[in-house]
C-alpha cells in the first residue's frame, strides 16, 4: 500500500494588513483587549481583486514547485474553503483552471474550520487506496467579506489567506500516519453564515438582517475548542500507537492564543511545542494550519523525520486531527516551473473565449 507523503508546500497573504489600532478606529475596541482575550495583533486582508481562487493559485504554485510537480501531474484538487468564491462553480475547479491541471479532478470541502485536516486526510486515502498518485490539498479564505465590520464580537477575529499542500504517493513509510474527523451537528448555531444558501436565499430581507454575516457564541465556541482540541490529539496519536512524547510539533487551527494554550495544559505539553502565529495573521479558518506549516518550515522548527500533529475544529460542529512524519520533496531531476502552466492555461482561456465569440457570430447569422 502506498503511503501519501506531503512533499511540497506554499502560502499566501494579501499584502494590506489590518492592525487591532486600525480596527479601534472603526468599532469600540483597542489593541489591549483584542491581544488579551485572542492574541491577535494583526491579520491580512484581501484586496478587492483578491478572492480565495486567486489567494489559493499564489500558494499552489509555490507548493507545486516546492515539490518539484508539474500542475498536468495533478489526479485531484481539493480546496477546503469557508468563504467559497460562488456556490457553484467550486472554488477548486477555478484554481484548476488557473494553475493549468488539466488532468485534475476538483471538488470543494466544507467542513468550516477543520477542512484542512479533512481533505487532507480524503486526499490521502485515495493516494492509500492506489486509485491516484498526485493531489492538491489547499485551504483558502476571504472571510474578510463575510464579517459584520460593525461587529467586534467577530471583525476582530479573522483574516484572509491561503496555504497548500502537494500530496504524493510513495513506497516510503511515513508521511500521512492516522487522522481523525468528528462532527457534532447539535451545535451547529453556535458558529453560522446563514444567508445566500437555499434555507435563506438573498433577499432585502436577509441582507437588512445580517444573515450574510459571520454570527457567533463566542463563549460556547471557546468551550466547545478547549474541550474537543487536546481529546483529538489524543485520538490520532492513539492510532498509531504514539503518545506526545514522540512528538515533535504541534500545529493547531489559529483560532485564539488562549484556546492553544489551553490545549497544551490538557495534553501536558510546553507551549514552544506549538507553531503559533496567530497574532500576524487572525483566523484564517482552513489557511491557518498550512501558513503556520510553511513558517515552522521556513523557521526551520518542523525538520524531515519530525512527528507532526495537526489539529483543527470549527463550525459545524467540525473538529479532527492528523498525525504526520514530515518528509519533504521526493528527490528527483527534474526541475519543474509551474508559473509557465499558468501561462498556458491563460493562453488556453483566451483561446476557449475566441472559439466561443466566433461561434456565437455564426450561430447569430445562421438565426
Ligand atoms: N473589544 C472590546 N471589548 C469587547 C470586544 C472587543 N472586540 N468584544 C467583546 N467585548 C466586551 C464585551 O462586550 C464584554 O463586555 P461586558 O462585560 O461589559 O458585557 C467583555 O468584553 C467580555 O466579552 P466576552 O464575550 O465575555 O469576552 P470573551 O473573553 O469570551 O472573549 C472571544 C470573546 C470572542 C474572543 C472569545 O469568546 C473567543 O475567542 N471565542 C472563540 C471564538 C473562535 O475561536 N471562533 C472561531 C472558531 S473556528
Not at 467550486?90 to 470541502?109: E, P, R, S, V
Not at 468550516?112 to 486515502?125: D, P
Not at 459545524?316 to 519543474?336: D, F, H, R, S
Amino acid at each position: 500500500m502506498p503511503f501519501a507523503h506531503i512533499t511540497g508546500w506554499g502560502m499566501f497573504v494579501p499584502e494590506p494588513v489590518l492592525t487591532n489600532n486600525d480596527l479601534a478606529k472603526i468599532i469600540d475596541t483597542n489593541d489591549e483587549w483584542i491581544r488579551d482575550h485572542t492574541g491577535i495583533r494583526e491579520r491580512h486582508i484581501a484586496r478587492e481583486t483578491e478572492f480565495p481562487s486567486t489567494l489559493a493559485v499564489e500558494a499552489s504554485l509555490k507548493a507545486l514547485a516546492m515539490a518539484n510537480l508539474a500542475p498536468t501531474e495533478l489526479d485531484l484538487i481539493i480546496c477546503s474553503t469557508s468563504s467559497p468564491e460562488y456556490i457553484f462553480p467550486a472554488t477548486a475547479c477555478l484554481i484548476q483552471d488557473q494553475i493549468g491541471a488539466t488532468k485534475a479532478g476538483a471538488f470543494d470541502l466544507l467542513a468550516a474550520c477543520s477542512g484542512f485536516i479533512f481533505a487532507a486526510n480524503m486526499a490521502a486515502q485515495a493516494i492509500r487506496s492506489g486509485s491516484i498518485k498526485n493531489a492538491l490539498v489547499i485551504g483558502s479564505e476571504t472571510l474578510s467579506r463575510f464579517v459584520d465590520w460593525k461587529d467586534r464580537n467577530t471583525c476582530i477575529l479573522f483574516g484572509d489567506g491561503a496555504g497548500a499542500f502537494v500530496l504524493q504517493a510513495s513506497e516510503k513509510p511515513g508521511g500521512i500516519l492516522s487522522a481523525v474527523m468528528h462532527s457534532d451537528g447539535s451545535g451547529a448555531d453556535s458558529l453560522t453564515l446563514l444567508g445566500g444558501g437555499s434555507r435563506h436565499p438573498a433577499t432585502e430581507l436577509t441582507l437588512h438582517e445580517g444573515k450574510h454575516f459571520v454570527q457567533m457564541d463566542g463563549k460556547a465556541v471557546f468551550r466547545f475548542a478547549t474541550r474537543v482540541m487536546g481529546r483529538a490529539v489524543i485520538e490520532a496519536l492513539e492510532a498509531v500507537g504514539m503518545t506526545t512524547n514522540d512528538v515533535q510539533w504541534i500545529i493547531p487551527h489559529q483560532a485564539n492564543f488562549r484556546i492553544i494554550e489551553t490545549a497544551a495544559k490538557y495534553l501536558k505539553m510546553p507551549l514552544d511545542k506549538f507553531v503559533i502565529n496567530v497574532e500576524h495573521y487572525g483566523n484564517t479558518s482552513t489557511a491557518s494550519i498550512p501558513i503556520a506549516t510553511v513558517e515552522a518550515v521556513q523557521k526551520g522548527q518542523l525538520k524531515p523525520g519530525d512527528k507532526v500533529v495537526f489539529v483543527g475544529f470549527g463550525a459545524g460542529l467540525t473538529w479532527g486531527a492528523m498525525v504526520v512524519e514530515w518528509t519533504g520533496p521526493i528527490p528527483t531531476k527534474k526541475q519543474i516551473h509551474p508559473e509557465q502552466y499558468r501561462l498556458f492555461a491563460r493562453l488556453r482561456r483566451f483561446v476557449r473565449r475566441a472559439i466561443r465569440y466566433i461561434e456565437s457570430l455564426y450561430s447569430r447569422k445562421e438565426v
